[in-house]
Nanobody
Framework: QVRLVESGGGLVQPGGSLRLSCATS????????MGWYRQAPGKQRELVAV???????NYADSVKGRFTISRDNAKNTLYLQMTSLKPEDTSVYYC?????????????????WGQGTQVTVSS
């Protein structure tokens, strides 16, 4: 079972930056695509960024140009650098893995969802 632990969230002012991290189970990380998802209160969970095992990336239109997804296979860790944050970015952010080699934004994650990390953008 894939274990996923998100961290790095917090309270930030509009226009600010945060970097989220996702630690994963050793031995599986480099094999799969990884995605960052978010869920705001009363809304469905949505994918915001994906990176394949080959390092190709894709982003939801709402975060394109502001967020950057990256991975460090040696550390089994996924990152999301968020800049120019907006109040509408306020959500709980989660990571997960999937088996697709594509960069499409419709994914089928197979890991157990972690607790996520809260990002609040407010003045």
């Amino acid at each position: 079972q894939v274990r996923l632990v998100e961290s790095g969230g917090g309270l930030v002012q509009p226009g600010g930056s945060l970097r989220l991290s996702c630690a994963t189970s050793r031995g599986i990380f480099s094999l799969y695509a990884m995605g960052w998802y978010r869920q705001a209160p009363g809304k469905q969970r949505e994918l915001v960024a994906v990176i394949t095992s080959a390092g190709r990336t894709n982003y939801a239109d709402s975060v394109k140009g502001r967020f950057t997804i990256s991975r460090d296979n040696a550390k089994n860790t996924l990152y999301l650098q968020m800049t120019s944050l907006k109040p509408e970015d306020t959500s709980v952010y989660y990571c997960n893995a999937d088996r697709s080699a594509t960069t499409g934004l419709v994914r089928t994650p197979f890991g157990s969802w972690g607790q996520g990390t809260q990002v609040t953008v407010s003045s």
